[in-house]
């Protein structure tokens, strides 16, 4: 073999060399869709499931107690009307404090028992009302200030959570507290907690 054949010869071996070992460094991905409904444990975070389930249970127990019945009795059989302030978080974690209070807002809506407020929307309302009154919009079609609904109750709540380990087994406790109070006298109306306990284990590593 010639010396520049041999030299085309190494250098083709290099750069296949170099291409295997770039491939076999390089991460492999797969990706497939999961059932949206089922509870899947990822690691030891509160998590979709957990917000999911917290505000299921307890919106379906606020609404099967007796304040409901209570209000409608003395108001000609109307429906509440009800704003949800955000969830406060107490825990020593990141928790996604929103999707819980969604969750809390869409178990409300879809009952169909309660009239809800939009607390989140009300600056753009109220930015929407002064753009129609402004002339800028046909008077015929303008909405008017002052016919907002206002609230009879206010749902607030937090979370908390304690942690307790050992070796490889730990163990987490978050704990929802929800309490329904009237705008109008400012008694609390209904209050209640719900405990999502769950426990990991992990072998041959401290937490």
Same mark, same amino acid.
């Given at each position: 073999m010639s010396r520049l054949k041999s030299m085309i010869f /190494? /250098?083709?071996?290099? *750069?296949?060399? *170099?291409?295997?070992?770039?491939?076999a460094c390089t991460p492999s991905f797969q990706g497939e869709y999961a059932d949206p409904g089922k509870a899947e444990i990822v690691d030891d #975070?509160? =998590?979709?499931t957990d917000a999911r389930k917290t505000a299921e249970h307890m919106i379906k127990g606020m609404l099967e107690k007796p304040w409901l019945e209570g209000y409608k009795s003395g108001h000609r059989n109307a429906k509440p009307v009800v704003v949800v302030m955000d969830v406060e978080n107490r825990t020593d974690e990141h928790l996604d404090v929103k999707q819980l209070t969604d969750y809390i807002q869409d178990e409300l809506i879809n009952s169909a028992k309660v009239r809800f407020v =939009?607390?989140?929307? /009300? @600056? #753009?309302?109220?930015?929407?009302?002064?753009? @129609?009154?402004?002339?800028?919009v046909n008077k015929a079609t303008a909405k008017k200030e002052g016919r907002a609904i206002g609230a009879d109750f206010i749902l607030s709540g937090n979370i908390t959570s304690s942690v307790h380990q050992m070796d490889g087994l730990k163990t987490v406790d978050y704990q929802t507290n929800l309490t329904l109070t009237s705008i109008e006298t400012q008694e609390i109306e209904w209050s209640t907690k719900y405990e999502v306990k769950k426990r990991f284990k992990r072998s041959g590593a401290s937490w």
């Open positions: /190494r /250098r083709i071996c290099l *750069v296949a060399t *170099v291409a295997l070992a770039a491939s #975070k509160w =998590n979709e =939009n607390k989140e929307a /009300r @600056q #753009k309302i109220l930015d929407e009302l002064k753009y @129609q009154q402004s002339g800028a």
